[in-house]
């Protein structure tokens, strides 16, 4: 599963939360609880937005102490986002080819807000890319 850091420090009552890889991402919450939401929400939004836009996305990276806390990116844009990497600027239109479906299809998988693809297609891209698929429920 693919995490970002999040550091939450209380200040004045509230928990303040920023993002070593996202500095301008920040939310808070009233609680522990409410502000490791929020951060849930806040990377996720910022995440998404960012990618759809073609930016970069750092790597993320571990962070231990006090105050940091693992941030968990929602599936469909991890898979999005592997998608992206794996294909390492190859045209999408080939990549399209290989799986026997349309340029159009495959633009929607690397797409994280439409992103939705099967189990099947899943296997699909990893026979593709020669990688293997691993599912897993925790």
Same mark, same amino acid.
């Given at each position: 599963?693919?995490?970002?850091? &999040?550091?939450?420090?209380? +200040?004045?009552? &509230? ?12 939310? !808070? ?5 409410? &502000? ?8 996720? @939004?910022?995440?998404?937005? #960012?990618?759809? $836009?073609?930016? #970069? ?5 571990? !962070?231990? @102490?006090? @105050? ?6 929602? *599936? ?7 998608? $992206?990497?794996?294909? =390492?600027? $190859? *045209?999408?239109?080939?990549? &399209?080819? +290989?799986? =026997? ?10 797409? *994280? $807000? ?15 890319? @020669? ?8």
């Amino acid at each position: 599963m693919m995490t970002y850091a &999040a550091k939450i420090k209380k +200040q004045e009552g &509230a928990y303040l939360v920023s993002f070593p890889e996202f500095p301008n991402v920040n939310t !808070y919450g009233d609680t522990l609880a409410e &502000a490791l939401g929020n951060a849930v929400e806040a990377v996720n @939004g910022a995440i998404e937005s #960012d990618f759809e $836009r073609g930016f #970069d996305l750092p790597e993320p990276r571990k !962070y231990r @102490g006090r @105050g940091y806390y693992d941030i968990d990116i929602h *599936p469909h844009i991890e898979i999005a986002y592997s998608l $992206r990497k794996l294909r =390492n600027g $190859r *045209p999408q239109v080939e990549i &399209a080819r +290989q799986l =026997n479906v349309s340029y159009q299809a495959y633009q929607k998988l690397e797409n *994280p $807000r439409r992103c939705n693809p099967t189990i099947k297609t899943l296997e699909k891209i990893s026979a593709v890319f @020669g990688k293997e698929l691993k599912i897993e429920l925790v």
